[in-house]
């Protein structure tokens, strides 16, 4: 075995840890909710809720959550960790937009504005459509 092969199965054994781990971790915290995961990937962050008129404060990495997206919103949406709408579908404005920016989003979850409170912190798998509390 070459050094360059033995490096490669080591990461690839580091990688299957790290996700071994995050799995782990997910398993002891709390499933808040579940949807339809409309865009892979995982995000951490803190919870902003937001309503059609968008004027509230956005920062960089805060998780979007909101009944439905519109098109004002898409700057903000870009901004995101993770987009959670208690509407839509894998068709739907937000889980288009997340999947052309790479951003998790969870949508058809019915009750995350009600559930989910400004502030919290959240992990969401964009890929199984459910969101964990931190703390």
């Known amino acids: 075995m070459?050094?360059?092969a033995r490096r490669s199965s080591e990461t690839r054994?580091?990688?299957k840890l790290q996700i071994h781990a995050q799995r782990q971790l997910l398993a002891y915290m709390g499933?808040?909710?579940k949807g339809i995961g409309a865009s892979s990937g995982t995000a951490e962050?803190?919870?902003?809720?937001i309503s059609e008129n968008a004027?509230?404060?956005f920062d960089e990495g805060d998780i979007l959550v909101t009944e439905m997206t519109n098109p004002a919103m898409v700057p903000m949406?870009?901004?995101a960790g993770a987009i959670i709408c208690d509407i839509g579908g894998m068709t739907s404005h937000p889980?288009?937009?997340a999947r052309e920016t790479g951003i998790p989003c969870v949508v058809g979850t019915k009750i995350a504005t009600k559930i989910l409170k400004k502030g919290m912190r959240v992990i969401v798998d964009g890929k199984k459509?459910?969101?964990f509390a931190i703390e």
């Open 2 to 4: 070459t050094l360059g």
């Open 13 to 15: 054994a580091n990688s």
């Open 31 to 33: 499933k808040l909710l």
């Open 45 to 49: 962050g803190t919870v902003r809720i």
């Open 55 to 57: 004027t509230e404060k």
């Open 77 to 79: 949406m870009r901004k």
């Open 95 to 97: 889980a288009i937009v």
């Open 129 to 131: 459509g459910e969101i």
